[in-house]
């Protein structure tokens, strides 16, 4: 409690209010490091493999599209049951999501060129409960 200023959403998106909050936690909380964290098996990101849309679960879906668009290594079987496919999509979107932060968020963006904050995107494994920090998403 006070260490960590958390927002968590499915699939770790970037929405408008995430990006607010992690505004809010830098700009006025202190936090340091954004830390945009995936996890293998991701359930929105399965959602968003097989394009499911239904409810309000298609807002979340549209957001991790992208993700899915720029996975073009698995040409065959691009559903949530090929494994590879969704471990490949689970870590670009980690990608896309810090992109997305940086482009839609001017306070963040000001901050980390102050080098008042870095960025770091990272995929949490279930079955090993370890985090693989992603080097290309290392900012600061
Ligand atoms: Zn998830």
């Known amino acids: 409690m006070g260490d960590i200023f ?19 936690g830098c700009k006025y909380l202190g936090s340091k490091l954004v830390v945009v ?20 679960i298609g807002e979340i879906i549209k957001l991790i599209e992208p993700a899915v668009a720029r996975e073009t290594t698995e040409l065959d079987d691009r559903a949530s049951s090929n494994k ?3 471990a490949k999509v ?19 963006q000001e901050m980390l060129a102050k080098k008042q904050i870095g960025i770091v995107g990272g995929v949490y ?6 985090v693989r920090f992603i080097e290309n998403d290392l900012i600061f």
């Open 84 to 86: 590879e496919f969704l």
């Open 90 to 108: 689970c870590e670009l979107n980690v990608d896309v999501q810090i992109k997305q932060i940086l482009l839609r968020s001017t306070i963040l």
């Open 37 to 56: 964290l995936g996890h293998s098996g991701c359930g929105a990101v399965q959602a968003a493999c097989d394009s499911y849309s239904g409810g309000n």
């Open 125 to 130: 494994d279930l079955a090993t409960a370890k």
């Open 6 to 24: 958390s927002v968590r959403l499915a699939g770790n998106i970037a929405s408008k209010k995430a990006i607010g909050s992690l505004e809010f």
